[in-house]
């Protein structure tokens, strides 16, 4: 299975500054049709988990453009500019480059 | 407006065995691959496996394969997720998902195994 690390366990943001999580796959995400399968979710305090970012860099539908993602094969970097007090939640990276689909453990912002 | 809405989760005991269910609107069901994604309580998520558009076709996480069966009626447009010979590491949410470009998630049902 691949394995998905997210870094760090926790980030405590001020609104109205930045945040980088960071996704490290275990074997390349760069699928034979030259898309990297590698996807982002929020999941909202008490919520289901939400699409954010789907082939490594596409904004999902009404998802603001603060939310921006990056990588290579096997290293991603979701940024979040400007954080706002609805970004809290925790966020996990997912790939659906092969079975079984896995995600990562998951990186709790907060607000300070 | 899509909507995923999951029931039938309970209280089950140790080797016993539940089914879930997940009704589909807003959407044509039967052009739809359907996942099922857990999460187990205070952890990350899993992925249980899929089901293509006709149900012919069926993919599993190893973890609980032979134990789990999806699958579907599109004539009423429902998921299905038969668990059987539940263990406690089962203990989740149960969350009915289309997966895409567009990801749609229902609200989850709990499923508890205990004694």
């Known amino acids: 299975d691949i394995v998905l690390t997210q870094a760090p366990l926790s980030v405590s943001v001020t609104p109205g500054e930045s945040a980088s999580i960071s996704c490290r796959s275990s074997?390349?995400?760069?699928?034979?049709?030259?898309?990297?399968?590698l996807y982002w979710y929020l999941q909202r305090p008490g919520k289901s988990p939400q699409l954010l970012i789907y082939q490594m860099s596409n904004l999902a539908s009404g998802v603001p453009d603060r939310f921006s993602s990056s990588g290579s094969e096997t290293d991603f970097t979701l940024k979040i500019s400007k954080v706002e007090t609805e970004d809290v939640g925790v966020y996990y990276c997912?790939?659906?480059?092969?079975?079984?689909?896995?995600f990562g453990s998951g990186t709790k912002l907060e607000i300070k | 407006e899509v909507q995923l809405v999951e029931s039938g989760g309970s209280l089950v005991q140790p080797g016993g065995s539940l089914k879930l269910s997940c009704v589909a609107s807003?959407?044509?069901?039967?052009?739809?691959?359907m996942d099922w994604v857990r999460q187990t309580p205070g952890k990350s998520l899993e992925w249980i496996g899929e089901?293509?558009?006709?149900?012919?076709?069926?993919n599993y996480a190893p973890s609980i394969k032979d134990r789990f069966t999806i699958s579907r009626d599109n004539a009423k447009s429902t998921l299905y997720l038969q668990m059987s010979n539940v263990k406690s590491d089962d203990t989740a949410i149960y969350y009915c998902t289309r997966l895409g470009a567009r990801d749609y998630w229902g609200q989850g049902v709990m499923v508890t195994v205990s004694s």
């Open positions: 997912g790939h659906r480059l092969e079975y079984p689909l896995t």
């Open positions: 074997k390349s995400l760069l699928s034979s049709k030259g898309i990297t399968s």
């Open positions: 089901i293509n558009t006709d149900g012919s076709k069926t």
């Open positions: 807003g959407f044509t069901f039967s052009n739809y691959w």
